[in-house]
């Protein structure tokens, strides 16, 4: 079972649909995670989505996850598929794809 804690680490994996590329969405979604304090990475998929996967502070990456469903996220953002699972510490940093 997963922590509730806002403050317990998490991993957040989240594939974004509609017109989410070629609209500066991965560049936002870097900014948005390295402001939050996360770490983890965003990558273009060939279907035209976008995926993030994310790690850190459960209530960081609620917001992550409350922006990326938000108009202030670029493009146009038709879907968000979110999956929560226990944070593995793979990542040194945040970066894109």
């Known amino acids: 079972m ?10 957040l994996t989240a594939r974004i649909t509609g017109e989410v590329q070629a609209v500066g969405f991965r560049y936002r979604t870097l900014q948005q995670a390295t402001r939050l304090g996360l770490t983890g990475v965003v990558a273009n998929h060939s279907d035209g989505s976008v995926q993030v996967v ?16 938000s108009p202030a996220a670029p493009g146009t953002v038709t879907g968000v598929q979110d999956t ?14």
């Not at 997963?2 to 991993?11: G, K, V």
């Not at 994310?54 to 469903?69: D, K, S, T, V």
């Not at 929560?84 to 794809?97: I, K, L, P, V």
């Open 2 to 11: 997963m922590p509730t804690d806002a403050a317990a680490p998490a991993r």
């Open 84 to 97: 929560w699972a226990r944070a593995t510490g793979e990542f040194a940093d945040f970066r894109t794809d």
């Open 54 to 69: 994310a790690e850190g502070p459960r209530a960081a990456l609620a917001e992550l996850l409350q922006w990326l469903n």
